[in-house]
């Protein structure tokens, strides 16, 4: 559990975490990968966000699934990204949060997981919270703690590693 004074400092940042879907690239889940294959050569993100056509949330699409697809048994054939739509091999499992955030829940995925997808009640894509944009908080907390609230050292304070 976080302390309720680091919680505090965190959620004090929160606001600059979500960076709005308007401006995060994203595909759609029945374009053709050969059209997924472009946005991400051109964002160069190693992966986005899937969308239907209403802006749910789908899926996720990273470059290796791209990349999977285009292996034949004589090399790679990008003609093969023409045939087959994101909804084919796209990541449907993928965590989602919604507003207000919980910062130790955003803590525990960001271990494993550079972005995490911000949704509404109905699941419409509204953005993405960045590993960079959390660190930065991080960063402000370990270094403005002292600023903000007094630190004593317990008699018995050991730091387990």
């Given at each position: 559990?976080?302390?309720?004074?680091?919680?505090?400092?965190?959620?004090?940042?929160?606001?600059?975490?979500?960076?709005?879907?308007?401006?995060?690239?994203?595909?759609?889940?029945?374009?053709?990968?050969?059209?997924?294959?472009?946005?991400?050569?051109?964002?160069?993100?190693?992966?986005?966000?899937?969308?239907?056509?209403?802006?749910?949330?789908?899926?996720?699409?990273?470059?290796?699934?791209?990349?999977?697809?285009?292996?034949?048994?004589?090399?790679?054939?990008?003609?093969?990204?023409?045939?087959?739509?994101?909804?084919?091999?796209?990541?449907?499992?993928?965590?989602?949060?919604?507003?207000?955030?919980?910062?130790?829940?955003i803590l525990h995925l960001m271990v494993n997981h550079p972005f995490l997808i911000v949704v509404n009640d109905d699941g419409v894509f509204t953005g993405i919270v960045t590993r960079r944009e959390v660190l930065k908080a991080v960063n402000y907390m370990t270094h403005?703690?002292?600023?903000?609230?007094?630190?004593?050292?317990?008699?018995?304070?050991?730091?387990?590693?």
């Amino acid at each position: 559990m976080i302390t309720k004074q680091m919680e505090q400092m965190l959620s004090s940042k929160q606001d600059g975490f979500l960076i709005p879907a308007e401006i995060v690239a994203n595909v759609q889940e029945d374009n053709h990968l050969d059209h997924a294959f472009l946005v991400l050569t051109k964002v160069k993100y190693s992966s986005i966000p899937v969308l239907d056509k209403e802006q749910h949330f789908k899926g996720i699409l990273t470059l290796p699934m791209l990349t999977e697809t285009m292996l034949g048994l004589n090399g790679i054939d990008p003609t093969r990204l023409s045939k087959k739509k994101v909804s084919e091999v796209m990541q449907k499992d993928f965590p989602t949060i919604k507003l207000p955030y919980d910062i130790e829940e955003i803590l525990h995925l960001m271990v494993n997981h550079p972005f995490l997808i911000v949704v509404n009640d109905d699941g419409v894509f509204t953005g993405i919270v960045t590993r960079r944009e959390v660190l930065k908080a991080v960063n402000y907390m370990t270094h403005d703690f002292d600023k903000h609230y007094a630190i004593t050292e317990k008699e018995s304070s050991t730091i387990q590693k």
